[in-house]
């Protein structure tokens, strides 16, 4: 049987070519068309028309932001929290596997903790909700270029207050810090009386109090967690006062605090359900209590048209600075920009490294247990309880991106660098000082050194587990704390 070829009757080819020839040719369009094809293929997954399994994979890496991004369309940013981030300690020893069905424990579920922008639309912004952000997010301007746009006589430290300041002082003075319960509020409260301790000996005005007041001289802060609305914040001098605090992604507060309070300190055991309830219906008026929209309300600054707007641009617009705690290094890096204080002064102790506890110097040491959770809980989160809580997810959001407009402002590599250098500040004071620091937990099981222990904290720490190893940071950076506050003051 002869096989004709295709190619003989279509355009006189037989008459010009021989056989032999004419396979070749025909070979030599097959493979051209099948390189072409090839290349569309190419083209097409390039521009993200190739259809696949829905999968996830890493897209783009920026900073401490992974960007996840799924072939179903969708996209997750992860933050993974710098060491001080919040105050679930990642040094807690606590044992894993005896809940096979738990989603993570702590330390893996702190680090994959999945960002949501908003509370709709499968957990990514809303063209409305992003317009919102941007809207309501601000760069922060530097204290004193602030002022001075006000008042040409104002100077660099008018915000410093040598005097000692009663909290709910009806015209509030100096370095305000609200301390909203675990969102790295031991970590700032340590910043704070730092910043305030360090100004007073540079500007010779000695701080008499500093290893036992509740604050020092000039910063005012409530020890016992009271809202901006209690201690009259809202009242405030701006001419003589620093206004910052601390927020944390909704979701990871809420889980730390059931962990604290309901879980560690009364040394029981979580359970799914107990975890659901708390986040379904955290309803008690209480500040120490979980509630919808729980840091909106703490950091509120009330005004006299309630109307005017909104809680996070009332908080936005009303804080000199606030912080990110999954973003500590950056935002403690800003803070003394904003500020104009020597970095030397943000160098502090985490006030959890001391085997995973809290409390100490008057209150009860609390061993810490680590979060987790299920898929349920993931599920509510990922979505009744962002509906619920879209007041501090707007928060939030809006202070990530305040951060990111006032580091762009001051200047991305400048702050980068300092972010570096603060790095190897941490190191050397973590290398040189933690031997030398006593931390208020844990306590000795002896009960004859107990006493002797508490009076080594005491003097360790400005307060309770506040800045504690001060004075050994003050030896080991002196050189270089000296160097920094010349060149801030000669510029």
Not at 163 to 183: A, H, I, Q
Not at 208 to 234: D, I, V, W
């Amino acid at each position: 049987m002869v096989v004709k070829n295709p190619f003989k009757a279509e355009s006189g080819i037989r008459r010009f070519l021989s056989p032999t020839k004419a396979r070749r040719l025909s070979l030599c369009i097959i493979i051209a068309v099948a390189i072409g094809a090839i290349g569309l293929l190419f083209l097409d997954n390039k521009q993200g028309k190739k259809y696949l399994k829905p999968s996830t994979s890493i897209q783009k890496k920026s900073n401490d932001n992974i960007i996840l991004a799924s072939s179903n369309g969708t996209t997750d940013i992860q933050h993974r929290p710098s060491k001080q981030g919040g105050d679930a300690v990642g040094s807690n020893k606590e044992e894993d596997g005896e809940e096979p069905q738990l989603n993570a424990a702590v330390d893996e579920f702190e680090t994959t903790d999945t960002m949501k922008a908003s509370p709709s639309n499968n957990g990514n912004p809303t063209d409305d909700m992003s317009m919102e952000i941007e809207q309501k997010s601000r760069a922060y301007p530097i204290w004193i270029d602030k002022r001075r746009a006000v008042d040409n006589n104002s100077r660099p430290y008018d915000w410093f207050v040598s005097e000692d300041l009663p909290t709910n002082d009806k015209d509030p003075k100096g370095l305000l810090f609200v301390k909203v319960l675990k969102c790295s509020s031991s970590t700032g409260a340590g910043v704070t009386l730092r910043i305030q301790d360090g100004l007073s000996k540079r500007l010779n005005q000695p701080n008499p109090n500093k290893s036992q007041a509740a604050h020092a001289p000039g910063s005012c802060m409530s020890n016992q967690h009271a809202t901006a609305g209690e201690l009259r914040f809202h009242k405030r001098d701006p001419s003589q006062s620093f206004l910052w605090s601390i927020v944390r992604e909704p979701a990871q507060r809420t889980l730390s605090h059931y962990f604290y309070f309901d879980v560690s300190s009364r040394n029981d055991t979580a359970t799914e359900d107990g975890i659901m309830a708390v986040l379904k219906f955290p309803t008690h008026p209480r500040p120490w209590h979980p509630q919808h929209n729980y840091q909106s309300k703490y950091l509120d600054l009330p005004s006299q048209n309630e109307q005017s707007s909104s809680s996070t641009e009332r908080i936005i617009n009303g804080y000199d600075f606030v912080a990110v705690s999954d973003r500590m290094e950056e935002s403690l890096v800003v803070l003394a920009m904003l500020a104009q204080i020597p970095l030397t002064d943000v160098v502090v102790f985490s006030s959890k490294i001391a085997g995973g506890y809290d409390g100490g110097n008057g209150r009860s040491c609390v061993k810490l247990k680590k979060k987790w959770t299920t898929p349920k809980i993931d599920e509510y989160i990922h979505g009744d309880y962002q509906s619920a809580n879209k007041d501090d997810y707007l928060l939030y959001n809006a202070a990530q991106r305040s951060l990111d407009k006032t580091i762009d402002a001051l200047g991305r590599k400048r702050v980068e660098e300092n972010v570096e250098l603060l790095k190897s500040l941490q190191q050397q004071n973590d290398e040189q000082c933690a031997s030398k620091t006593t931390m208020p937990c844990p306590q000795p099981k002896d009960e004859s050194m107990k006493e002797e222990h508490k009076r080594l904290a005491k003097e360790s720490c400005y307060k309770d587990d506040f800045g504690c190893g001060h004075a050994c940071t003050d030896e080991v950076l002196a050189d270089y704390a000296a160097k920094e506050w010349t060149s801030i003051t000669s510029s």
